[in-house]
Nanobody, 124 residues
Framework: QVQLVESGGGLVQAGASLRLSCAAS????????MGWFRQAPGKEREFVGA????????PSPDSVKGRFFITRDNDKNMMSLQMNSLKPEDTAVYYC?????????????????WGQGTQVTVSS
């Protein structure tokens, strides 16, 4: 059974940093592109960033550019999202996802595997 499990969410103040982790099991994703998405109440799921199997970050959306960075450890089958200078508008449930492809993508429809999500709340 393939599973992606996020961890590291929580409540922080504006300006703080937080690091989310995504642990994969059931198969290796060392040759798959992976990504992070988020969804705030009443809003559509939003692309946060993606990383190639080689560890190259795809261009980030303006909302997180320069603040959020993705890394991965293929040996451990894990991916992380480092979030700096957090803002209240970053409050959302954050999801990690994996593609059945080596090519990064920004559309949620391009991802075959999803975690259950972890809540991030940023207070002002």
């Amino acid at each position: 059974q393939v599973q992606l499990v996020e961890s590291g969410g929580g409540l922080v103040q504006a300006g703080a940093s937080l690091r989310l982790s995504c642990a994969a099991s059931g198969r290796t994703f060392s040759r798959n592109a992976m990504g992070w998405f988020r969804q705030a109440p009443g809003k559509e799921r939003e692309f946060v960033g993606a990383i190639s199997w080689k560890g190259e970050n795809a261009p980030s959306p303006d909302s997180v550019k320069g603040r959020f960075f993705i890394t991965r450890d293929n040996d451990k089958n894990m991916m992380s999202l480092q979030m700096n200078s957090l803002k209240p508008e970053d409050t959302a449930v954050y999801y990690c996802a994996a593609r059945a492809s080596t090519i990064v993508a920004a559309s949620a429809t391009g991802y075959a595997y999803w975690g259950q999500g972890t809540q991030v709340t940023v207070s002002s």
